[in-house]
Structures are given as structure tokens and as C-alpha cells.
């Protein structure tokens, strides 16, 4: 995987993989390139077996302030934006290969999320933040929807009361109350977020990968599914984590007493 990227930072720790949006002195606002880079390196690290859990996160004091709006106004008057929609569908090309990724995604969020930077935070499996977070679905505060999925997702993670009031008054949400509110998985102290987010990507980056990436398949197919066809899938699915080796391993670990050692096959 290439890592010479101009608006990332890419590093591979062990079989975690950390995605660092590098464009600090605007908030890491996406302009083109970014968004670009990004969505070569997610698509390239679903395709690349050593890669076993991806973390996203941001330089310097933000995760990430949204499009940014000094190249959306020069596209614009430049011609080189089109249609919003189709401009649009760039976003959701990243937002897709989060989702569809075999391995765990971690958004790792410090200081601000707004806009489209904070509806891909929400695009991933899981997230840490620090308590200096601040989650802005920022689009009303300019006269626009949530987008990059943020319509979907919101209500999915807060219910619809919740996510009405986030779109409409786009208030800030600080990290505990994401928290509270389950927006985010967990909420550390900022002195402890390196760390914490470190442990979580490798633990899960030692996990059973292939049973991570079932997992997904079967909790977000379950948001358009009846129960009768959540747990036919249930069944299709076991029967794959059943034949892998960490699971044949594991039990096996389990009888002897001891600690179960996964390797992602
Ligand atoms: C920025 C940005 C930024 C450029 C901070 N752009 N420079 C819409 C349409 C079409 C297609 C795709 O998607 C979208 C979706 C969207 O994402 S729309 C939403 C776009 N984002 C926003 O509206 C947020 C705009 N930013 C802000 O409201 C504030 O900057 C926040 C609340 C994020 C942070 O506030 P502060 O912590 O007070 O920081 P700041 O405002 O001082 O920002 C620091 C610098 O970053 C500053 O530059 P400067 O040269 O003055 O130091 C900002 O201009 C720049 N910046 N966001 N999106």
C-alpha cells in the first residue's frame, strides 16, 4: 500500500492500519485530494489481509470540519462542481467501502467533527473520542441536509426525535454527551485518547477477523429485515465463522484453559 499521500498520514502499527486526515491549518476540511487519497487507501486496505482494523482520525485539534467551503465556492464558480448530487457521490463511494469493509473501522474523534466529517465518523463501526469532542451536523447552519449518509445513520444510532433535533438545530454535541446519547461508543479524558484508541484498534486487530466482518453483515442487514430473514442470514453466516480457524482454534483454546490466539483466517 503506497503511503506517500499528500493530505494523509498512513501507518501501519502491527495489523491496525491509522488513516490520518492531514489538512490542519483548515480543520482537515476535505477538498478533492483528500477525498480522493482517502478513498484510494480505505479501498486499498479492504483488499489487503494484513490490514485487520482500520482507525480514522485527524491531525492536529479536529477530526474534521466538513467540505471544505472555499473549494466548494471556487468549484462552483469555476464550473468544476457540477450537480451537488454528483459531487455528492464521491463521499459516498468512501462512506460505501467503510461499510462494506471485511475488518473493523474505528473513527477516532478529537476536537471538532462537523458536517460531512462527523456523518463519516458516523459511517464507521465504532467510535472513541476524547471528551473535547464537538459532533456539529452542521449542514442547517448553511441551508443543507445532513448528507454522506447522515440521514440514515443518525436515526439508526440516536432514533429519529433525536436525530430531528441534531439535523434541525445543529448544536454542538460535546464527546459525553455523544456518549450519553449513544452517538459514540466511548468517551476518555483527551490526555488518555492516544492510548485508549491504540488498545482498542489492537485488540481488535488480534480479533477474529472474519467473524468482525459477519458481524457487520448481520447487524447492519438487520435494519431492513424482518426477524424471520435476520436469522436465515444468522444461519449463512455461522456456518462461514464456523469453518474458520480462529473459531476451531478458539474452542479448542477454551478447553484446554487458555488463552485463544486469532489469525484472521
Ligand atoms: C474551514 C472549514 C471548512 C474551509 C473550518 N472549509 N475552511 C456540502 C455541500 C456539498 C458537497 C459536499 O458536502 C457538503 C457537506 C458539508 O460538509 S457542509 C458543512 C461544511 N462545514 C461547515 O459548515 C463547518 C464550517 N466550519 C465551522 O463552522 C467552524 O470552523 C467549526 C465549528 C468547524 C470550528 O470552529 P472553530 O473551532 O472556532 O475553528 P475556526 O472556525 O476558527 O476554524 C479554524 C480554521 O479552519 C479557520 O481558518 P483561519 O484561516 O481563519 O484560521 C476556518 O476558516 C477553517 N475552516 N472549517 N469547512
Do not use: W
Request: include cysteine; aromatic fraction near 6%; proline fraction near 3%.
Amino acid at each position: 500500500m503506497r503511503t506517500d499521500f499528500q493530505h494523509l498520514l498512513v501507518k501501519q502499527d502491527g495489523g491496525a492500519l491509522t488513516i490520518t486526515m492531514n489538512r490542519p491549518e483548515v480543520l482537515n476540511a476535505f477538498n478533492d485530494l483528500m477525498l480522493a487519497e482517502l478513498t484510494e487507501v480505505v479501498e486499498t486496505a479492504a483488499q489487503d489481509e494484513a490490514v485487520r482494523c482500520v482507525v480514522l482520525t485527524g491531525a492536529g485539534r479536529a477530526f474534521g470540519s466538513g467540505q471544505d467551503l472555499h473549494s466548494l465556492v471556487e468549484g462552483r464558480s469555476s464550473g468544476a462542481v457540477g450537480s451537488v448530487s454528483e459531487h455528492l457521490q464521491k463521499y459516498h463511494r468512501v462512506v460505501y467501502a467503510i461499510r462494506e469493509m471485511p475488518k473493523p473501522v474505528i473513527a477516532a474523534v478529537r476536537g471538532v467533527a462537523a458536517g460531512i466529517s462527523c456523518n463519516i465518523a458516523l459511517a464507521c463501526d465504532l467510535r472513541i473520542v476524547s471528551d473535547d469532542a464537538r459532533f456539529i451536523e452542521a449542514f442547517a447552519r448553511i441551508g443543507l441536509v445532513p448528507d454522506g449518509g447522515g440521514g440514515y445513520f443518525l436515526p439508526r444510532l440516536v432514533g429519529v426525535g433525536k436525530a430531528l433535533e441534531l439535523s434541525m438545530l445543529a448544536d454542538e454535541v460535546s464527546g459525553p454527551e455523544a456518549e450519553r446519547i449513544g452517538l459514540v461508543n466511548t468517551c476518555v479524558p483527551l490526555e488518555e485518547f492516544e492510548e485508549a484508541t491504540r488498545a482498542l484498534a489492537n485488540r481488535l486487530a488480534n480479533g477474529p477477523t472474519r467473524a468482525y466482518a459477519l458481524i457487520k453483515k448481520l447487524i447492519y442487514t438487520s435494519a431492513e429485515s424482518d426477524l424471520q430473514t435476520s436469522m436465515r442470514l444468522e444461519g449463512e453466516l455461522q456456518d462461514m465463522a464456523f469453518e474458520t480457524e480462529d473459531h476451531q482454534n478458539a474452542v479448542v483454546a477454551f478447553l484446554q484453559k487458555r488463552k485463544p490466539e486469532y489469525k484472521g483466517r
